[in-house]
């Protein structure tokens, strides 16, 4: 897929190569290493804070031939401290995990709290309106309709 415009040009923000770097490590490890690949990438965000996540949720990207699909794990946060904005060539779910109210002392915690950011680059056929979220038990479920390719004709040479 092309990138049709300069990485400045997608928010405005200096820091937009440096997602696309970790958007590309995330990429290159996801087949395994699961505990570091995590680790690595949430660190990294929480250094460049306060531009940056605190962390990034794990995403399983589908592909069928009608529809696009991308679940995004966020256990423990609220439907109402999610962000879904699609762009023509991006997904963007961001939002915040917050700290429990009245909960015990903790005597070590896993669980990220904060803010949270994960972008998506969708293919080109993709139709950005068609975008449908919806979130049960922990996993929010964005899908997107494909773009029909019309079928081409024959041109009679006179």
Same mark, same amino acid.
């Given at each position: ?53 605190v962390w990034v949720p794990e995403a399983d990207v589908e592909e069928g031939p009608r529809e696009f699909a991308v679940?995004?794990?966020? %256990? @423990?946060?609220? !439907?109402?401290?999610? &962000?879904?904005? +699609?762009?023509?060539? =991006? /997904?963007?779910?961001?939002?915040? $995990? ?29 139709? %950005? @309106?068609?975008? !449908?979220?919806?979130? &049960?038990?922990? +996993?929010?479920?964005? =899908? /997107?309709?494909?773009?029909?390719? $019309? ?8």
């Amino acid at each position: 897929m092309t990138n049709k415009r300069s990485p400045r040009e997608r928010n405005g923000s200096a820091w937009e190569p440096v997602h696309d770097i970790l958007e590309g490590v995330e990429q290159a490890v996801a087949g395994g290493w699961y505990p570091a690949r995590r680790m690595l990438l949430s660190r990294l965000a929480e250094a460049a804070r306060p531009r940056f996540a605190v962390w990034v949720p794990e995403a399983d990207v589908e592909e069928g031939p009608r529809e696009f699909a991308v679940s995004f794990a966020l %256990p @423990g946060v609220d !439907k109402s401290d999610i &962000r879904v904005n +699609v762009t023509e060539d =991006t /997904l963007t779910v961001s939002g915040r $995990r917050r700290e429990d109210e009245g909960a015990l002392e903790t005597g070590r915690r896993e669980l990220p709290r904060g803010e949270f950011l994960r972008r998506v680059r969708l293919p080109d056929e993709i139709k %950005p @309106g068609s975008a !449908k979220a919806a979130c &049960r038990n922990g +996993v929010l479920r964005v =899908t /997107l309709e494909r773009a029909r390719v $019309r079928a081409g004709r024959s041109v009679k040479v006179d």
